[in-house]
């Protein structure tokens, strides 16, 4: 079945210290995007892709990081200049521009500082 | 800057209930609309989209409407069940041009509890 993978489940990241969030789909999609939910305040969009080798800042892109070197994978870096990184990540993909399909999205990695 | 409101914020029924939930968005201007129901500390799950061009949909014991011109969504849930509880987002894709019209605008979401 096609879908979406996010790994690790669960992360722990020390301060100063960057991590990467993984995040694969086998839909053949070409728009990948990331979210950050935290209690109360809903989805916010991180960063998006609309195809390979580009990708767009969202609405809270500082002190995030990503790259698109394949179709399929998506991967999402915190640096240390995230100031309040512990959240809920949410990966997603959908067909593209020009399509009125819906998004698909991933399983989610709660990350939190210790 | 498009803003999506969802109302109630938290709803409790009684099982075997019919109950609508509310989504309204600032900007007319929409690709579609799409409702997902997530569970807690899991990812989203796709329940219904729906086209601008459409006033409907129906998947099973859910329906939802789209009134694009006033803004609203309403997903309706028939004959509601314990295993309906979670937390049910409506979020919007805009019909900007460029980058912009990927991007989805969430509501915060209705935590709907369904008593046995």
């Known amino acids: 079945d096609g879908g979406i993978t996010q790994s690790p489940k669960y992360l722990f990241r020390k301060e100063g210290q960057n991590v990467t969030l993984s995040c694969e789909q086998n839909?053949?999609?070409?728009?990948m995007y990331w979210y950050r939910q935290d209690p109360g305040q809903g989805l916010r969009l991180i960063y998006y892709?609309?195809?390979?080798?580009?990708?767009q800042k969202g609405d809270i892109a500082e002190g995030y990081s990503v790259s698109r070197e394949k179709k399929e994978s998506f991967p999402l870096t915190v640096t240390s200049a995230q100031k309040n990184p512990t959240a809920f990540y949410l990966c997603?993909?959908?067909?593209?521009?020009?399509?009125?399909?819906?998004?698909?999205f991933g399983s989610g990695t709660r990350l939190t500082v210790v | 800057k498009q803003e999506v409101t969802q109302i109630p914020a938290a709803l409790s029924v009684p099982e075997g209930e019919n109950l609508v939930l509310n989504c309204s968005f600032t900007?007319?201007?929409?690709?579609?609309l799409q409702w997902f129901r997530q569970d807690p500390g899991k990812g989203l799950t796709s329940l219904l989209l729906?086209?601008?061009?459409?006033r409907e949909q129906t998947s099973g014991r859910l329906n939802a409407s789209l009134d694009k011109s006033s803004g609203r969504s309403t997903l309706y849930i028939a004959a509601s069940q314990p295993g309906d509880s979670a937390t049910y987002l409506c979020?919007?894709?805009?019909?900007?041009?460029?980058?912009?019209?990927?991007?989805?605008?969430f509501g915060k979401g209705t935590l709907l509890t369904v008593n046995p």
């Open positions: 997603a993909s959908s067909i593209g521009q020009g399509a009125s399909y819906g998004y698909t």
């Open positions: 839909l053949n999609h070409d728009a």
């Open positions: 892709s609309q195809i390979v080798n580009d990708f």
């Open positions: 900007d007319s201007a929409i690709y579609n």
């Open positions: 729906i086209q601008s061009s459409q």
């Open positions: 979020a919007v894709r805009g019909e900007a041009s460029g980058g912009s019209n990927y991007k989805l605008t």
